[in-house]
């Protein structure tokens, strides 16, 4: 279990029955923050969403892992800038985020999804709506409608994962420009965001001593969902990996359903080449009963004929088995009838 110095107003928290909330930027601890995990951004699940990344926060004793999702801006015009950990006076301390109509220093943390570390190049805001950059973001256009395509911001992007800026870190300063985005108005994490990290911060498996460093439940899709999204293995290719597992479910499911709607359609023809087959010889069965039973002369005539086929049958029968005399005798009286038959009388 991590061990730390102080942690300013955690004691009070505590017992008022508060959590630490993504605004507690009096967290100073001396253990640097875990690197940042990989893993594959959810789709966007419709239009006026943005991306806010997942970060490591800090609860009473130890790191647990934010997942990444998607919020709606509780402003037309407003961007996210992200928090991030910052080392100073040998203590590192959360310098919380916020929404604003520009983005802001978020300590040169490389965040991914367009938070490459200096500025934003996930989307922009024109004429009232948020579009999507489908280049860095992972958009089903059929479902958001609006969309751009910018490559220029993925360009000579450096993959780091350190999670904190300063000795030891992320070496960046923020810019003049930066600095004056800093002194704007600025507003706070939505109630939805501190239900999401409330939610991270009451699951166990998100704790850094239980996962070490690989969290169970790196993004999501919306507040309060629970799907999973699952690691990618190169830091470089969130949004191909993503695309990739994508297709083969589709493809999946797209085969799984023609087959079954293949043995769906197959089935009920077949039983009825079935019953249509048992049907017919049930009526050819009847038809036959039926012509028997109208036609009695018929069948009492080719009894007759039968019997009379099988006695005659049984006479021939009777004459080869007679012995010799019999048939001589036969035969010379049949001849002796015919000599006086032709005398004349």
Excluded at 20 to 49: F, K
């Amino acid at each position: 279990m991590l061990k730390f110095i102080r942690v300013r107003f955690i004691l009070l928290a505590i017992l008022l029955g508060m959590t630490p909330s993504l605004s507690s930027a009096d967290i100073s601890i001396t253990i640097a923050p875990p690197p940042l995990p990989v893993y594959e951004q959810p789709l966007c699940p419709g239009d006026g969403y943005m991306w806010v990344p997942g970060y490591w926060a800090y609860g009473v004793d130890d790191y647990y892992w934010v997942p990444g999702v998607w919020i709606i801006a509780p402003q037309p015009g407003y961007l996210w800038t992200p928090g991030y950990w910052g080392f100073e006076g040998g203590h590192y301390g959360w310098h919380a985020g916020y929404w604003g109509l520009h983005i802001g220093f978020y300590g040169g943390v490389n965040y991914g999804f367009g938070y490459f570390g200096s500025g934003f190049g996930g989307g922009r805001w024109e004429g009232g709506r948020f579009l999507c950059n489908t280049a860095v973001w992972h958009v089903n256009t059929t479902v958001v409608h609006n969309t751009y395509v910018d490559r220029t911001v993925i360009n000579n992007v450096t993959v780091n994962r350190v999670s904190f800026n300063g000795a030891g870190g992320i070496e960046a300063r923020p810019t003049t420009e930066e600095e004056a985005i800093g002194r704007e108005q600025h507003l706070e994490a939505t109630q939805e965001q501190r239900t999401h990290e409330e939610t991270a911060i009451r699951d166990n498996n998100q704790r850094f001593s239980v996962n070490k460093g690989n969290p169970p439940k790196t993004a999501v899709t919306k507040v309060g969902a629970h799907e999973e999204v699952n690691q990618a293995t190169n830091p470089g290719e969130e949004r191909k990996e993503a695309t990739k597992e994508t297709t083969k479910e589709e493809t999946t499911t797209k085969e799984r359903t023609t087959k079954e709607e293949t043995t769906r359609a197959n089935e009920p023809a077949v039983k009825r080449g079935e019953e249509t087959t048992k049907e017919k010889e049930r009526t050819t069965r009847e038809e036959v009963k039926s012509k028997e039973a109208a036609t009695p002369e018929k069948r009492e005539e080719r009894s007759k004929a039968e019997g009379q086929s099988k006695a005659e049958a049984q006479k021939e029968h009777q004459e080869a088995n007679k012995p010799p005399e019999e048939k001589g005798k036969g035969e010379k009286g049949k001849g002796e009838k015919k000599e006086k038959d032709k005398k004349p009388e």
